[in-house]
């Protein structure tokens, strides 16, 4: 097999040896036996049933950080807005669903109009700074992917695999939705860009991941940057943040990581205006 040119990331790189693909071609040419029907005659990289097993759970770890890093960079994309928010909250005049959450839609508002401002500004970066980033789902999430695309830019959404709520809202930029079987690597991903993180009302998954980019600030071990919850008297209602700074749990200063915001505008000039450590 004679050596060729390739293309990777619109630059040529010259090849000695035969990729990936083409080895799979090859192995498929072989003549049937009983060897090569075999499971063990597989390419590794080619047998999902290998790709599956238990212990290559590292493996799977690995390839599900790599290949959303990998899309982003050939993307250019170099900051993000993270976006967190219950999949539940309705859109203005749609279905509730369920009683009371109808009193929450004034927040998809809100959380569309907060992406369409700051994908105003990603548009001008080329779509490489700013870019709108949520977890692909209904509620809040439609709502950020939604703003981006009538601001005629980019969104990125970052799913996963759950029995409910788990398809990608039909706003997100295709080129840009991503599907994630462990919650740890997209909590990665969701963090690694962000430049700022609104936090709009929500449940369990909403504060799971609240609380965790508090830690990470909190700790020391994220840089600080802008993270900002929609709606005071939600969040002053579930939770007891002085409660926590009476009790010593956690320190009076730590109540600083964070500001409440009731409208987009708002959200923003915080962004534009928060102090810099």
């Known amino acids: 097999m004679q050596a060729k040119d390739i293309t990777m990331n619109d630059k040529p790189r010259f090849r000695r040896f035969p990729d990936a693909e083409e080895d799979v071609r090859a ?33 799977r770890l690995q390839l599900e950080l790599l290949k ?67 977890g692909g789902g209904p509620g809040v999430m439609e709502a950020g992917n939604r703003g981006a695309a009538e601001a005629g830019g980019t969104s990125i959404g970052l799913n996963i695999v759950l029995p409910h709520e788990q398809a990608p809202n039909g706003w997100v930029t295709p080129e840009l939705a991503f599907n994630f079987h462990y919650f740890a690597i997209r909590k990665m991903h ?18 799971d991941e609240m ?6 600030i909190q700790t020391q071990r994220m840089n600080p940057i802008p993270i900002l919850l929609f709606g005071r008297e939600f969040w002053e209602t579930v939770i007891n943040w002085d409660a926590l700074a009476e009790a010593g749990t956690i320190s009076p200063e730590d109540l600083n990581l964070f500001r409440y ?13 928060w102090p810099v450590a």
Not at 97 to 124: C, I, N, W
Not at 191 to 203: K, Q
Not at 261 to 273: G, K, P, Q, Y
Request: charged share 25%.
């Open 68 to 134: 959303t890093e990998m899309v982003l960079t050939e993307r250019e994309i170099t900051s993000t807005v993270v976006m967190f928010g219950g999949a539940r909250i309705p859109s203005p005049g749609s279905p509730a669903g369920k009683a009371g959450l109808d009193k929450l839609a004034p927040y998809y508002v809100q959380a569309k109009e907060f992406a369409r401002l700051m994908t105003v500004r990603s548009v001008t970066s080329g779509n490489r700074e700013n870019v709108i980033c949520t």
């Open 261 to 273: 915001v009731e409208t987009a505008d708002e959200a923003v000039e915080w962004i534009d205006n």
């Open 190 to 207: 969701f963090l690694m860009r962000a430049r700022a993180i609104t936090i709009f009302p929500g449940g369990f998954g909403t504060l």
């Open 27 to 59: 192995w498929h040419q072989v003549p049937d036996t009983p060897q090569t029907r075999s499971p063990t005659y597989r390419l590794a990289f080619d047998d999902l049933d290998f790709l599956k097993r238990d212990e290559l759970r590292p493996v």
């Open 211 to 216: 609380f965790e980019s508090l830690t990470l």
